[in-house]
């Protein structure tokens, strides 16, 4: 049976239960705030698997760059989308990242000497400035361009509102909570108690999360570049 969690304001009757405070003292409007603050510390700290997110964007031969998703937080995975392909599994080809001024600066460069030739690329690249996605080189026809990410939730606001985090990890939600509710009424010793309790909270989660993964380790690269250990050995010169 999968795990209900707590609801918005379920989650204030708990915290108010351990802070030992009435509403009063706190307002459910500011603890909506301070809940809210905790729930940013749980996103900043990792790249959860139930905050990805999939959109398929058209680019344009006559476009410079496009916009990312409003919710976007950082890329897992750029990919060109072929929907012509009759096999479904090779309907993705990955789109590795490439170094922006690398890109500006070669790309425009006179060919003067061999040693500095200017860049020929086979397929296409990526990479993400002021919050556009651009293709290099430009595509001469339009393009899907399927961009995995990691998306921001939205803020909790309703007493109803549940998420992520408050239906798999309340506990963790609750503790990150504590830390900013402490802080906020200027108990430090409390809140750096709150604060040993959420980390341990955290590391628990993160590691089951982790296992939870299609591919293990961190994310380190995205379009289809090697996740977690270390590369293997290349081919041996031959003379």
């Known amino acids: 049976m999968p795990p209900t969690g707590l609801t918005l304001i379920q989650l204030r009757t708990e915290i108010l239960a351990d802070v030992g405070q009435s509403g009063l003292v706190l307002t459910s409007a500011q603890l909506n705030t301070l809940i809210n603050f905790g729930l940013e510390r749980i996103q900043n700290n990792h790249d959860w698997k139930g905050l990805q997110n999939v959109t398929d964007l058209s680019y344009l031969s006559s476009t410079d760059g496009i916009a990312v998703p409003a919710d976007y937080t950082s890329e897992y995975g750029v990919w060109h989308f072929d929907g012509t392909n009759p096999d479904t599994g090779l309907k993705m080809h990955p789109i590795p990242p490439i170094d922006r001024r690398l890109w500006l600066e070669r790309g425009t460069a006179v060919q003067v000497f061999q040693q500095f030739p200017r860049p020929s690329l086979t397929g296409f690249y990526y990479y993400i400035w002021n919050s556009?996605?651009?293709?290099?080189?430009?595509?001469?026809?339009?393009?899907?361009?399927?961009?995995?990410?990691?998306?921001?939730?939205?803020?909790l606001v309703a007493d109803g509102d549940t998420?992520?985090?408050?239906?798999?990890?309340?506990?963790?939600?609750?503790?990150?909570?504590?830390?900013?509710?402490?802080?906020?009424?200027?108990?430090?010793?409390?809140?750096q108690f709150a604060e040993g309790v959420f980390t341990r909270y955290l590391y628990g989660a993160i590691a089951t999360d982790r296992k939870a993964r299609w591919r293990a380790g961190d994310q380190q690269q995205?379009?289809?570049s090697p996740i977690s250990g270390q590369l293997g050995p290349g081919p041996k010169e031959t003379s």
């Open 132 to 155: 556009l996605l651009w293709i290099a080189p430009r595509p001469a026809t339009t393009i899907t361009v399927r961009l995995h990410y990691i998306k921001r939730l939205v803020e």
């Open 163 to 191: 998420n992520f985090f408050t239906i798999n990890y309340p506990a963790m939600l609750k503790w990150a909570t504590l830390v900013e509710v402490f802080a906020f009424l200027h108990d430090m010793e409390k809140a």
């Open 222 to 224: 995205v379009g289809g």
